[in-house]
């Protein structure tokens, strides 16, 4: 994937959003990076969206912004004037298409036939967006339609909310998602900035799908991991299973046969994505051991621990 597309990989919501007074701009664009979503498509569809592509792209170098609704090359000059990163437009247009990556702006055209990919493939293109998602057929369509095109990427948008958010990040075709309902137009009128950030955390912490998996107690060797565990099931019926390197007592009690990492052993927390909760994470200061990281046959992260134990255990992040 594109650089780009591959950093929308990582935040994993682009919020769409259209702006009506550039003055809003500037408060929007913090309450995103606050709620954890340093990125934005600004649809050209208001006469504020230049202006305000500029405001961002000056004031918050970090953010991936981007120019939505793009539809000649007019407005592809202005955006990229403005400081857009990447450019998107809601239907195929080849001659658009070509004109943008002329420009160096990378491009993510709209897409809802198997006809329209063909096109993004000959062009060279592997991410595309795939509008309006719901309407056209919702994920299943991706994934019948991703089928014979095994190195195309979509970014479906359109009818996106935080209830099917993850039924279409689920599918590894999908590189991430548009979505409108945590910048609706009334909110950013109304300088209802903090709810925007609420609601952009809210999304945040729906998308990452934080649970816990199990709790791994240390102990020195295979009897007394044996004997703990026993101690579990006797108290609370659990079922025991005895495995190679240690033995669960239940689904969530792990007992080491041997001392593993932590002082006291290690707590496995589950996510959606590995990927994107160790960007989201690390956003927010929390460090990784690298040499920890596992990856799985697309080179995603399956495993990664933390740096640092919290209350003596080591702490590492799995896939639900």
């Not at 990989?9 to 769409?16: A, H, Q, R, S, T």
């Not at 659990?238 to 007992?255: L, M, Y």
């Not at 003596?312 to 639900?320: D, I």
Request: hydrophobic share 45%; net charge negative.
């Amino acid at each position: 994937m594109d650089k780009i597309c591959e950093e929308l990989y990582k935040i994993g919501i682009v919020p769409v959003i259209a702006i009506d007074d550039a003055k809003d701009a500037a408060p929007l664009a913090e309450a995103l990076i606050k709620g954890g979503l340093p990125a934005a498509e600004v649809t050209f569809r208001t006469e504020a969206a230049e202006e305000a592509i500029r405001i961002i792209s000056k004031e918050f170098p970090e953010m991936i912004v981007g120019a939505g609704t793009v539809l000649n090359a007019e407005q592809a000059d202005r955006a990229k004037a403005a400081g857009a990163k990447f450019i998107v437009s809601p239907g195929f247009n080849r001659s658009n298409v070509e004109y943008i990556k002329s420009i160096g702006v990378p491009v993510v055209p709209g897409t809802a036939t198997p006809g329209e990919v063909e096109q993004a493939i000959e062009l060279g293109l592997d991410c595309v967006k795939f509008f309006p998602a719901e309407q056209n057929g919702g994920i299943a369509k991706i994934k019948a339609m991703a089928a014979p095109y095994t190195k195309m990427h979509f970014m479906p948008t359109g009818g996106i909310n935080k209830n099917n958010l993850n039924d279409y990040l689920g599918f590894n075709k999908v590189f991430c998602c548009g979505g409108s309902w945590m910048v609706k137009k009334d909110l950013i009128s109304a300088g209802k900035f903090d709810e925007i950030e609420a609601m952009t955390k809210d999304a945040v912490n729906a998308m990452l799908g934080f649970t816990m998996k199990h709790i791994g107690i240390n102990e020195n060797d295979a009897a007394s991991a044996e004997a703990t565990a026993d101690k579990f099931v006797s108290l609370f019926g659990f079922t025991k299973k005895v495995g190679n390197s240690s033995v669960f007592a239940g689904n969530v009690i792990e007992v080491m046969k041997a001392k593993g990492r932590g002082a006291n052993g290690h707590i496995a927390i589950g996510t959606n994505n590995v990927d994107r909760a160790v960007y989201h994470l690390g956003r927010q200061g929390v460090k990784f051991d690298e040499s920890s990281f596992k990856y799985d046959a697309d080179n995603h992260l399956k495993v990664a621990y933390l740096a640092d134990e919290l209350g003596g255990f080591a702490v590492h992040l799995v896939n639900n």
